[in-house]
Structures are given as C-alpha cells and as structure tokens.
C-alpha cells in the first residue's frame, strides 16, 4: 500500500490530476487519470488485471468505488460522479449447481461511459453496462445496459424518462 500523498503527488506528475490523500488510488500503469481529474476523500479505484482509465477534466466524489476486474473501465471527458457510487467492471460466474460459485470463475466485459456525463449519488453500474455521450443516471439508478446518448434514466434497472434537449 503506497501512502496517499505519494499516490497523490504521482497522478499530479504522471497525468496532472489531483488526487486526495485520503483518496485510494492504486499506483499502477493500469490506471490513467486524464489531465484535470480530480479525486475527492476516500474515493477507491483499483484495477486487477484490468484498466482503469479515466478523460480529462472528471469528478470522483467521496466514497466512489471503480474497479476493474479482469475487463476495462472506461470513462470519457467531462464526467461527474455523485458520492457513493459504485462502477464494478467484472462480475462472477454462478449458475452451475455441481460446483461451488467461488470456484466458476469470472465473466468480465467491463464498462464504457461516454463523455459529459453525470452520476447521481448511489448509482451503481455493473459489468458489461454502456453509458451514451451526455446521459444522466438518476440517484440511486442501476445500470444494466445500454443508456443511449443524452437519455435520462433512473431507476431499478434503470429506465429512460426522459432525454436531454
């Protein structure tokens, strides 16, 4: 575990984003911060053989959790993420009954969010989710899919309501 300011002063170096010492970003090159990305407290991102790359000029609120399993996470330019969101790019194998589910590996096809878009607060997006260029997730939202560009959508699994004009 490296300590939060060394963390800290190697996203400003390597990328020029700014990362709280408080936040837990992995040194690693599998994780890209674009110019101007900022990393709030207590923020998690962690990629595990996967990548993690973040565009120019994101928002990571406190309390976000990003992992990459053994896919890629992909954010665009311009993304706001609420407080408490969770973006889990990998999910488990689990349908066999003659085997136990710790032991059915992994299914990973990562995510992809586009550029200009926001997060609400508690949102989760789960493996193999694709977010359009200038969507919103509502709070709370759970994101399944495919979101088309500049759609609104909330909900469980979220929904389109409406669409940006």
């Known amino acids: 575990m490296v300590p939060g300011f060394i963390a800290s002063a190697f996203f400003y170096v390597r990328d020029r984003a700014w990362v ?4 837990r970003v992995q040194v690693t090159r599998r994780i890209r911060l674009g110019a101007g990305t900022v990393v709030k407290p207590n923020a998690v991102v962690v990629s595990s053989p996967g990548r993690v790359t973040l565009g120019r000029n994101c ?3 406190s309390f976000d959790y990003i992992v990459a399993g ?3 996470v992909v954010i665009g330019d311009n993304v706001r993420i609420g407080p408490h969101v969770s973006v889990v790019g990998t999910s488990r194998e689990y349908k066999r009954k003659d085997a ?11 995510i992809t969010v586009g550029n200009d878009v926001f997060i609400g607060a508690h949102a989760v997006l789960v493996d193999g989710c694709e977010v359009g260029d200038g969507a919103v997730i509502g709070v709370g939202s759970v994101v399944t899919g495919q979101v088309p560009p500049y759609a609104i959508v909330f909900g469980v699994p979220a929904k389109v309501v409406f669409w940006r004009t």
């Not at 709280?20 to 936040?23: D, G, L, M, Y």
């Not at 136990?100 to 990562?110: A, E, M, P, S, T």
């Open 70 to 72: 053994y896919a890629d």
């Open 100 to 110: 136990l589910i710790v032991d059915q590996g992994f299914k990973c096809k990562g």
């Open 59 to 61: 928002a990571l609120s």
């Open 20 to 23: 709280n010492p408080s936040a």
